[in-house]
């Protein structure tokens, strides 16, 4: 090489140092910066989560609404979607054979009260019935009462007078039997002075027979008058023996008919207060009927499914009258987890939820937790897949997002967090899996 080979191969030289120095810094460059990045992927935590969707659901069960004895449909007056108040009507039944039962049943107790007056005056043998006020009061409003009480007040007159005819004739006949034997008592005096006089008188004929003054003749005649006499005593007694027992028996008769009376009336006090008890207890179940007559909310709801729809139809006894979804409504989230995700996922665990129906600029995430999570998996044939139902509760809405807002069915997107790993792991943990996976086979 000569000297004028030297200036060339040192303009060479310059050319390939301008060309090398910038690959050089940009190799420099690209190793920093990869040892930067997989510095970050190594040790840079990356939150995971397992997304599942799933929809909103109802915690409580519907209510079917029924009503007992059922009835012919008067009106409707909800509509199924309606949102009704507690205590609201939703159907009327028609209350017309209701009202005429409730209405015998009244007459029937309002007769037998004012019949128990009379009752109870004869039993107690007052002079007059003395009616409860109730039934006083409702006598001044209703006039057919009024005649129901009148007639009691015939009856218990017409059975006093009754009565006391019969007793009337009954005293009569004791006074005329003691008359009778008050006369009997008078010949019995007489017959016991002629006694005193024949006793004398046959004394004296003794005496004079024994001196042979008096024939037998008059001596028979009289002791015959003595035996007569004593006779005659004799059946006086033994009709006012009778005429007593007679006496005897007519104030039985007298007693007996007081008696009577009041048993009778006793026993019949009994009776009536037992079927006034049956007939107050079905005075209450036909007011029951009339009062339930107007099916109502029990609670705050929305109707779900109305199943009465035609007015004169007839609504079985015991059948569903609405189904009502009772508001506000306990909602919670239900999504369908995929199997390979579920082993992360368990109760406690935070979520964040997305409602994508809500009318709002953006889908905010709402956070939550998990409160379920199924034993078991769930098959879906109709569907061909496999999941496990989890419930997520305790969802926070927005401030601007009103629980009126929320129904059940609406979808949702649920990320179930499951903790963090670097985004190493996410890129190496396949591949160590499916290698150790292949040391393990055969």
């Not at 007519?250 to 008919?257: E, F, H, T, Y």
């Amino acid at each position: 090489m000569s000297d004028r080979d030297i200036p060339a191969l040192r303009r060479k030289l310059l050319d390939v140092t301008s060309y090398t120095r910038p690959i050089m810094a940009g190799g420099v460059l690209l190793i920093a910066f990869g040892l930067v990045f997989g510095g970050g992927a190594a040790y840079a935590p990356i939150e995971g989560a397992a997304v599942a969707a799933g929809n909103f659901v109802a915690r409580g069960q519907n209510q079917k609404i029924q009503h007992l004895e059922g009835g012919i449909v008067a009106e409707i007056l909800v509509n199924e979607g309606d949102l009704v108040r507690r205590d609201d009507v939703l159907i009327r039944l028609d209350i017309t054979q209701a009202q005429a039962e409730l209405r015998r049943l009244t007459n029937e107790f309002n007769s037998g009260s004012a019949r128990l007056a009379r009752l109870l005056a004869e039993r107690e043998r007052k002079a007059r019935i003395a009616y409860p006020d109730w039934l006083l009061e409702r006598a001044r409003r209703d006039r057919g009462i009024a005649l129901l009480m009148a007639d009691q007040d015939m009856e218990f007159a017409a059975r006093q007078e009754s009565r006391a005819t019969q007793i009337s004739i009954l005293e009569q006949k004791i006074k005329a039997a003691e008359a009778e034997i008050e006369g009997y008592r008078a010949q019995a005096r007489s017959l016991q002075e002629s006694q005193a006089l024949l006793d004398e008188e046959m004394a004296a004929l003794d005496t004079l027979q024994g001196k042979g003054l008096m024939g037998s003749e008059r001596i028979f005649r009289t002791r015959r008058e003595l035996v007569e006499n004593h006779g005659r005593q004799g059946q006086i007694a033994a009709v006012i023996g009778t005429t007593e027992l007679t006496i005897q028996e007519n104030r039985g008769q007298i007693a007996k008919l007081h008696k009577e009376g009041v048993e009778e009336a006793a026993i019949e006090v009994v009776d009536l207060r037992l079927q006034l008890g049956k007939t107050a207890a079905e005075i209450e179940t036909a007011q029951d009927i009339i009062r339930r007559s107007e099916v109502t909310a029990p609670t705050d709801g929305i109707v779900v499914t109305r199943h009465v729809n035609t007015l004169g139809s007839v609504l079985a006894p015991g059948g569903e009258v609405v189904e009502l979804l009772p508001q506000p409504a306990d909602l919670v989230i239900e999504v369908e987890v995929m199997p390979a995700d579920i082993d992360r996922v368990h109760p406690g665990q935070k979520a964040a939820v997305q409602v994508a129906a809500l009318d709002i600029p953006y889908a905010p995430m709402m956070p939550g937790t998990v409160e379920y999570v199924s034993a078991d998996r769930t098959i879906d044939e109709a569907k061909d897949k496999e999941y496990y139902i989890v419930r997520i509760s305790d969802v926070a809405l927005p401030d601007d997002v009103d629980d009126s807002r929320i129904y059940p069915g609406m979808q949702v997107e649920a990320f179930i967090e499951t903790g963090s790993r670097t985004f190493a792991q996410y890129l190496f943990e396949p591949l160590w899996l499916g290698f150790r996976r292949s040391l393990r086979e055969k």
